[in-house]
């Protein structure tokens, strides 16, 4: 059964710092990979999709990348800003399962102005 | 741009009642899901449909549950005799193909059963 887990929990840092969150699954076998974006009490936005062939991904100050074979994914957020203070979610589709994703519980960020 | 809509944004009902949970989806996407976040966990996926049927369920997904594409543009999950345990915020999710492309979440619905 894949497991999804994203490192750390929370993590507090002042504005215009650079930082990276890590996602790690335990099954290689994926098809893709996303990550979202949760604000408080509200649904989930798209950032980046991954797919198994490709090891990066850009959008803006955003950038994923992806090590399939070691089951990791991390997302560089460059030159952090208030506004950016939300959960961050991974999540993988696997190879075998339809298109189930599967989720990480998240890295709750928190940039200080 | 164009976006998943859901309604209602909160819905309380008393135990053993019967549920819809209503999603209009992007309007030329194929793929339609609805996951679960209980307030504290992960999200979890409930049902994939394609083609006018389930494609895959997980295993939460039980007899209590069905989904349903009653016209052109809605797609529903019906929760027919609520419990507790299912008080949680519902996703509904769209995507214009399967597995390679981005799956597109509405801004959910809270149910609250008391």
């Known amino acids: 059964k894949q497991e999804v887990t994203q490192i750390p929990a929370a993590l507090s840092v002042p504005e215009g710092e650079n930082l990276v969150l890590n996602c790690s699954f335990t099954d290689s076998a994926i098809y893709n990979l996303q990550w979202f974006r949760q604000d408080p009490g509200k649904g989930l936005t798209s950032l980046l999709l991954i797919q198994s062939s490709q090891r990066e991904q850009t959008s803006g100050r955003l950038n994923a990348s992806l090590d399939k074979s070691s089951g990791r994914s991390t997302l560089y957020i460059a030159a952090s800003q208030p506004g950016d203070s939300a959960t961050y979610l991974c999540a993988v589709r696997k190879e075998t399962s339809g298109s189930r994703l599967t989720f990480g519980e998240g890295t709750q960020l928190t940039v200080n102005p | 741009e164009p976006e998943v809509t859901q309604t209602p944004s909160h819905q309380v009902t008393q135990m053993g009642q019967e549920v819809i949970l209503r999603c209009v989806p992007i309007s030329n996407h194929l793929y339609f899901y609805w996951y679960r976040q209980i307030l504290g966990q992960k999200v979890e996926f409930l049902v994939s449909?394609?083609?006018?049927?389930?494609?895959?369920k997980s295993e939460i997904f039980d007899d209590q549950f069905s989904v349903e594409r009653p016209d052109g543009s809605n797609f529903t999950l019906k929760i027919r005799s609520t419990k507790l345990e299912d008080s949680a915020m519902y996703f509904c999710?769209?995507?214009?193909?399967?597995?390679?492309?981005?799956?597109?979440f509405g801004p959910g619905t809270r149910l609250t059963v008391l």
């Open positions: 449909f394609y083609n006018n049927e389930i494609s895959e």
């Open positions: 999710a769209s995507s214009a193909r399967g597995g390679t492309n981005t799956q597109y």
